[in-house]
């Protein structure tokens, strides 16, 4: 499966942006999809996961209430809306796909990842 994210940018706090993750497969989108993100210095580090359909998320806590995951599944495409950014919020944001059953925050637990997408968000 081969993932590609759009829509990073540079954004000023308190701002929106939304992220979209095409995957490109012939046998149908990862069972999960997920988010991740990397701050510049830091590791990598979860965001936000949904299984199939929606019926199973999971977020962060630290943007739960304002990122929203959704996907198309007709469309193989994943979308992040984040809401209320604050500066660490900040990094490269990857896009995961994972054809386990279970939405898990590990990183070991996605075999597909896109180049990510650079976000800035400004203070």
């Known amino acids: 499966v081969q993932l590609v994210e759009s829509g990073g940018g540079l954004v000023q706090a308190g701002g929106s942006l939304s992220l979209s993750c095409v995957a490109s497969t012939t046998t149908g989108s990862p069972y999960v999809m997920a988010w991740f993100r990397q701050p510049p210095g830091k590791e990598r580090e979860f965001v936000g996961a949904?299984?199939?359909?929606?019926?199973?998320?999971k977020y962060s806590p630290s943007v739960k209430g304002r990122f929203t995951i959704t996907r198309d599944d007709s469309k193989s495409v994943l979308h992040l809306q984040m809401n209320s950014l604050k500066p660490d919020g900040s990094g490269v944001y990857y896009c995961a796909g994972s054809d386990s059953s279970m939405v898990t925050t590990a990183l070991q637990g996605y075999d597909s990842w896109g180049q990510g997408t650079q976000v800035t968000v400004s203070s």
């Open positions: 949904v299984s199939r359909g929606g019926f199973s998320q």
